[in-house]
């Protein structure tokens, strides 16, 4: 077989556990629908991560928690067709694996067989210790979220750098451990102060994918409405754009309806 016609093999999730251990950094990004998922992935992204935070860049909700699971669904199924190398990974989103074992069981599954997602990703430590047994014991790969957990932010409060105190640093540590223990496969880390994150990525096997978290872990996220520019009203300290497409994009329309307006588009050759 030809290098031109050779399959591309598709990043699974040892392959990060494997991308850590040889000190490779994974990009990770987030996608929400089938054509932004085939640029990314074409453009060589290792993860793409079908956030929750679609409730907020696509829905336009305040945060994260009104998404549901069949929205969820939706926008992971879209973004799986749209890719051949990245490994997925779907948020479960609020309220359906918090408080019943049983029900996040069957809420994974569902996400699992009805989008095709490769494994999913939930919020929190000790607190959903029984519920992540139950989804890893039926052969779902899970990746953990500590720091600044979005789905949590009325108990926070604020979108605030957590774990800057001792025992928050703590039990953030043990909960990073156990996430391992358990089986997850890698663990993101929100918006916690640098040296801890990277103390955490020393301590644990699997992989630290960090956004606000410093450049010692083992790889990055973000969302790709932010770093692509197309919201000109976020600017966190963590966020490094790498496009302006707001100003673009703005332009690009403007541009269109002028030559709509005076009828310069279309013109005979774009015409039949």
Do not use: W
């Amino acid at each position: 077989m030809s290098a031109a016609t050779k399959e591309i093999k598709r990043l699974s999730t040892k392959t990060l556990i494997n991308m850590k251990a040889k000190g490779e950094k994974i990009a990770m990004l987030t996608a929400y629908d089938y054509t932004f998922a085939r640029l990314v992935d074409g453009a060589g992204i290792d993860v793409i991560l079908v956030g929750d935070s679609a409730s907020n860049v696509m829905a336009g909700h305040e945060t994260t928690l009104p998404i549901t699971l069949d929205q969820m669904i939706y926008h992971g199924a879209s973004v799986v067709r749209g890719t051949s190398r990245a490994l997925v990974v779907v948020d479960l989103p609020f309220g359906t694996y918090q408080s019943d074992p049983q029900g996040a069981l069957h809420s994974a599954v569902r996400v699992m067989k009805e989008s095709g997602a490769h494994a999913l990703k939930l919020e929190g430590g000790k607190e959903i210790e029984e519920s992540l047994r139950c989804i890893l014991a039926a052969g779902i790969p899970v990746m953990g979220h500590l720091g600044l957990t979005p789905q949590s932010i009325h108990q926070f409060g604020s979108f605030a750098l957590r774990a800057k105190e001792e025992a928050e640093a703590q039990k953030l540590k043990e909960d990073a451990l156990l996430l391992e223990k358990l089986g997850c496969f890698a663990i993101v880390l929100e918006k916690i102060p640098a040296a801890l994150a990277e103390e955490v990525a020393k301590s644990v096997r699997i992989p630290i994918i960090g956004i606000g978290a410093g450049a010692g872990v083992d790889g990055q996220v973000l969302v790709m409405q932010d770093m692509l520019g197309m919201n000109n009203e976020f600017h966190p300290k963590f966020l490094r754009t790498y496009a302006n497409l707001y100003e673009e994009v703005h332009k690009a329309v403007g541009n269109y309806v002028s030559d709509v307006k005076s009828v310069s588009f279309p013109n005979a050759e774009e015409s039949y």
